[in-house]
């Protein structure tokens, strides 16, 4: 079984963020990795609380929109590489926004589709254009100034 890796634990410890698991954080390099059932439940929920559509969903992981189905009702779960990346990337860039704005996680879901000339027209759209990796690079790189 391939696993979803979000960070490492060093990075958590860092940035004063909860392990996923619960387990305490580290200095260590270890990874933090989820299941893919954890990871594509965790997928759902924020893409519900961004009001991410379905379609959009369904592109952002480049899948049909019945395989999205299966995956939202926990029918199925993904297995494949591609798809597990991208929900790796997109959990990412989740992680890197928890960062940035650490006193309102609600401007979270808000940055996802609001415009921005950073990334234009807005995260999701540039996310389904130039794929998830161009904004999780993009967040790297402000949470380094």
Known sequence: ???????????????NLRLPDGSPVSDSPEPVWMSPEFAT????QIFDKAH????????LLGIPAETLKDYRGQESIPHDRLVLDRIEAFLRCYILLKVLYVRDYEL??????????????????????????????????????
């Open 52 to 59: 991410i559509t379905d379609v959009d969903q369904a592109a």
């Open 41 to 44: 439940s965790m997928l759902f």
């Open 108 to 145: 979270i879901y808000q940055w996802l589709t609001a415009e921005n000339t950073a990334v234009p027209p807005n995260p999701i759209e540039h996310m389904k254009r130039f794929g998830i990796g161009a904004v999780r690079d993009y967040l790297e790189g402000v949470l380094c100034r």
């Open 1 to 15: 079984m391939r696993y979803v890796t979000i960070g490492t634990k060093a990075e958590f410890k860092l940035f």
